[in-house]
């Protein structure tokens, strides 16, 4: 905030000061330079660059926190989908989520008063990206789904776009600010649905328009069994490609 605001009021320093700059003559070479120098317009750049890499450096050790406070206990979810019953991993699943959404609901109240509302937008979004990433990379790439397992993960996808939809309730749009919002959100409608007529249906609506063919096509062969219906749905998927 320092550097944006030094930025802000170098473009016009110069100006404002003006007329209180020594007068010289047109042939004087070191009158010159002084003058083009108290301009102040060319430490600008300087600025913002200090300015932009100080919030990168204060997003990357957050971001690191987050994947450490999230994915250490996520490191067997993807996995443990394949489960019929509850387990310790989906526990640990809930604990991970419930722990990362604390850490950005306490980065949040110390940012919204201190960040610009574009800025802090961009900030929350960036964060709500690497927690989604974490759960997707699981979802996406489990064998096996469950029935129990896809209700539970449903239930928790949920709850994670409640929770970060209230960080960036300032936005009235999300993904705007987190690219992987719609991606997250198409994961967890399609953890709702049941039945393979209802995908097929959701399908032909543009629900999951933010999935590519090959993403659906693996939640469909982790979540459903083999069957004529399967593999004509896997089919129609391919040949839209």
Known sequence: NDSVFLAHHCLTLGLEYKVKFPDFDEGDKTG??????CIFVDM???????????????????KHQLAEIVGSR??????????DESVQEWSEAETALAAGTYHMRHLAQ???????PSVFLRSMGYLADVLFSLYLKEVMHAATITV?????????????????G???????D????????DRFVAVGKFLEVDQLALVEQALSS?????????????????????????????NGMASVV
């Open 32 to 37: 010159k330079v002084l003058k083009q120098t």
């Open 206 to 234: 543009g629900v999951f328009r933010q999935l590519t063919s090959h993403e659906l096509s693996r939640l469909v062969q982790a979540t459903y069994v083999d069957s004529p219906h399967r593999h004509a749905l896997l």
């Open 74 to 83: 996520l490191s067997y979810f993807g996995q443990s989908l394949r489960s």
């Open 166 to 172: 209230k960080l960036l309730e300032i936005a009235q």
């Open 110 to 116: 110390a940012w919204q008063s201190i960040l610009s």
């Open 174 to 181: 999300p993904s705007k600010y987190s690219h992987e919002w």
């Open 148 to 164: 129990s397992a896809r209700q539970f993960a449903s239930v928790l996808f949920r709850k994670a776009t409640d929770d970060v």
């Open 44 to 62: 600008v750049p300087l600025f913002r660059e200090m300015a932009s890499s100080s919030l990168n450096d204060m997003l990357e050790l957050q």
